[in-house]
């Protein structure tokens, strides 16, 4: 070795996870353990209608019944489903407006960089003069404190607020379509998010409507030995248009949480919905102690034609994630998107990817998978695509590319095809790829440290989907990937 | 002044000895062209001087502006203005050529204590580096050296040269796979950076680099060691007669 600097790429420190504090404030927080009296009170805690409550007592009858899915290239201990508390609200009355909500909880968000306050917000875009306004869903252990931009949302016909809002105010609309597209009983973890979901976030957006702006929920867990068990449902009627943006924090913990989320997405007619997710759950510390379990449903349905419903995830946090986005493509002429960025580091593991349903005539998807595995991670693409007999000349295009850093971790990819028609094309290409020390010397030589240096070839890296993201996003995303990086040479 | 001056270096990987006891001085306002048969050790003087970490140092000193930098990190090195042409330009797909060009500019600025420059005279600067190499300025959005053709990435070097005007250049093997136009480009290119307080070394097979830029010194390393030094017109009896008659001395 020349000298004394010794930049390998195995070489491992600790890496800095901003969002990691705690909100200190009085929560009312159910005991941990799970029954039908569990299901019940978070029923009657949301007031919820008969329905709903016998909803969620199937799906827990179901619940009971399964067992988790093993066919993961992931690895944890066992799950103990009665040491997790269901249900953890900030005490007090749930606030009407964002004025009654805690300042502590305001100031988490803030401390987050999500901005609340709509009055902010708008100093915001008079400052930075193109940045449009988003406006954003809190949603904070069990429950969302606020939802900001109601007011002009609505003068534009859309509807944008929790879940348990929808519930009372619109439940036409949430009886018609939850569930539609991810049943009770589809699979484990979406069988127990649907007996025990508390809150989350609603969209509708009726015909030939072009939502205003950007809609986003973030959602935070606080307490500790809770899980989040949140549920979206998107519906977009004929014609219409919306992107929507997720992210996520957790605090660091030692002991591991769960967050099985469910989202559902419903594009009629000539609907598009674009969903990106920016996905930072605590990734556990240097040695894999601690961490979100990541497992979460997702599912879009275009049932209209010419829909389209693209997926955009940036996966760098959690110390599991186990996510397969989907699109059913009912629809003739109907297009289904999945772009990701999946990035591992230290202990982390990622099974992720997608499933491309073709029902409909014509129907087309892309998949682009980007897969970063740093550390002693695992980075799994797990992906299907299906052509059933109606899908006359379908065609599917799948890009799926891994790109290790160093010489611990790992990369698999398992591409399923089930093609029943044989007109249909499908397209696969994979590759997999280093960073080598060539790269690395040349960006040194030139002056650029080898952590900027990494970061860069990363982000060139992901570029193709880093391009569908919303612009405001795709920055935050770059640093995001520099920050999850931190300790991957050195 | 002695820019770069090398005493005794000898380097070796594994147990495999490739330099054998080095000794090269580089003043000010000097072109140094470095000849030798293929395998002779001519790269790997280049990336040890640059600070590559994959060879072991056995004894000897590196000293740039009279500060040893034996133990430097790459990028150190790189900030106190040395600068590597590589013979093998690597490809960095998706990052574009600006992008990194802008990163290594700023990295200068930052270990300078320098501000930073901003995007608008950072465009004008590459975009004229560009011009004056014959590039197409669209050149500056594709990938780093992605899907270039072997002259363009050895152009592409070039430009960062101009871009971040080092003091010591070492410029490896740069005019191979350069055709006629492209050399004479080149060549003037380097010949027209050039001046009283920065250096440059030119690792070469070829006289006919030499034709346009004019060395002060010419050595010849041959298993690892600086075997003849003489000035450009040992370059001209190297073309006539090859590197055996040297050999055999
Ligand atoms: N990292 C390495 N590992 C093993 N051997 C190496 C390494 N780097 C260089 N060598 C060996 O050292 C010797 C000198 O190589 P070097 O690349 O420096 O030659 P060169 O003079 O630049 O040759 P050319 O004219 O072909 O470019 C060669 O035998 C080469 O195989
Ligand atoms: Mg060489």
Redo the contacts with the bound molecule.
């Keep these: 070795m020349a000298g004394t600097d010794n930049n390998s790429l195995d070489g491992l420190v600790g890496r800095d996870y901003a969002a990691g504090f705690v909100t200190d404030i009085e929560a009312d927080t159910l005991p941990p353990g799970l029954d039908e009296d569990v299901v019940r009170f978070i029923s009657a805690r949301k007031d919820e209608p008969e329905w709903l409550t016998q909803w969620r007592l199937d799906a827990y009858h179901g619940w009971l019944e399964m067992i988790e899915p093993s066919w993961g290239q992931v690895q944890f201990p066992a799950i103990d489903y009665q040491s997790i508390s269901y249900y953890s609200a900030p005490s007090g009355d749930q606030p009407k407006t964002l004025d009654d909500v805690d300042p502590e909880i305001l100031a988490t968000y803030e401390k987050l960089g999500i901005p609340l306050h709509e009055q902010a917000a708008l100093a915001g875009v008079a400052e930075t003069q193109q940045r449009p306004p988003v406006a954003v869903d809190a949603v904070f252990d069990s429950v969302s404190i606020g939802t900001t931009f109601k007011e002009t949302l609505r003068e534009a016909g859309v509807i944008f607020c929790s879940f348990t809002e929808a519930v009372h105010d619109y439940p036409d609309l949430v009886r018609k379509y939850l569930g539609s597209v991810v049943p009770r009983g589809d699979n484990f973890f979406a069988a127990l998010n649907s007996a025990v979901f508390s809150d989350g976030s609603f969209v509708y957006v009726p015909e030939n409507t072009r939502c205003p702006m950007e809609l986003s929920t973030y959602f935070r867990i606080n307490e500790r030995n809770t899980g989040q068990f949140e549920r979206t449902l998107i519906i977009a009627e004929r014609g219409a248009y919306v992107s929507y943006l997720e992210g996520c924090t957790a605090p660091m913990r030692d002991e591991n949480q769960l967050h099985a989320a469910v989202v559902e997405l419903i594009a009629l007619d000539d609907a598009e919905i674009k969903y990106s997710t920016v996905q930072n759950w605590y990734p556990g510390d240097e040695d894999g102690r601690g961490g979100i379990y990541n497992f979460v449903t997702k599912r879009g349905a275009c049932r209209g034609d010419r829909s389209k419903i693209s997926w955009t995830q940036v996966e760098t946090g959690s110390a599991i994630t186990w996510k397969y986005p989907s699109v059913v493509l009912r629809g003739d002429d109907s297009v289904g998107e999945f772009y990701s960025v999946a990035l591992t580091n230290n202990h982390q593991q990622a099974d992720t990817g997608t499933k491309m349903v073709h029902l409909g005539k014509n129907t087309r998807s892309t998949i682009i998978s980007k897969g970063i595995s740093a550390g002693q991670s695992s980075n799994a693409y797990r992906g299907l695509v299906r052509m059933n007999p109606g899908a006359e000349k379908a065609r599917n295009y799948t890009q799926c590319d891994s790109l290790l850093i160093g010489e611990k971790c790992a990369a698999h990819t398992f591409p399923y095809i089930e093609s029943r028609r044989p007109d249909g094309i499908v397209e696969h290409e994979a590759t997999t790829s280093r960073v080598s020390d060539d790269q690395l010397f040349l960006c040194r030589q030139r002056g650029i440290d080898p952590e900027k240096a990494v970061s860069m070839i990363v982000n060139g890296f992901c570029k193709d989907v880093f391009r569908e993201l919303p612009m405001e996003f795709a920055v935050e995303a770059g640093k995001l990937l520099e920050v999850s990086l931190e300790g991957a040479v050195g | 002044m002695n820019l770069l001056e090398i005493s005794d270096l000898a380097v070796s990987?594994?147990n495999?000895p490739?330099?054998r006891g080095i000794d090269l001085n580089v003043c000010a306002g000097e072109v140094h062209a470095i000849m030798?048969?293929?395998?002779?050790?001519?790269?790997?003087?280049?990336?040890v001087i640059a600070g590559r970490e994959?060879?072991q140092i056995d004894r000897g000193r590196i000293a740039l502006e009279g500060q040893e930098i034996t133990t430097l990190s790459p990028e150190e090195r790189a900030h106190r203005g040395l600068f590597l042409a590589f013979?093998y330009p690597i490809e960095i797909p998706g990052v574009s050529n600006m992008e990194f060009l802008k990163a290594a500019v700023d990295s200068h600025a930052r270990a300078a204590g320098d501000p930073e420059i901003t995007a608008v005279d950072f465009m004008q600067m590459a975009r004229s580096a560009a011009e004056q190499l014959g590039l197409n300025p669209e050149f500056l959005k594709r990938g780093v050296n992605e899907g270039f053709s072997g002259g363009e990435k050895k152009r592409n070097e070039i430009l960062q040269m101009l871009i971040l005007k080092p003091k010591v250049s070492i410029l490896?093997?740069t005019d191979s796979g350069l055709d006629i136009d492209a050399l004479r480009i080149v060549a003037n290119g380097i010949s027209a950076f050039t001046n009283t307080i920065n250096a440059v070394v030119l690792?070469t097979?070829y006289q006919r680099l030499l034709d346009h830029i004019e060395p002060d010194f010419v050595h010849v390393?041959a298993n690892?060691s600086i075997v003849r030094s003489g000035d450009h017109s040992l370059a001209l009896e190297l073309e006539e007669k090859g590197y055996s008659w040297l050999e055999n001395d």
């Excluded at chain 2, 030798?36 to 990336?47: D, F, I, M, Q």
């Design positions: 990987v594994g495999q490739i330099l030798g048969p293929n395998g002779s050790g001519k790269s790997t003087l280049a990336n994959d060879y013979q490896d093997e690792v097979h390393i690892g």
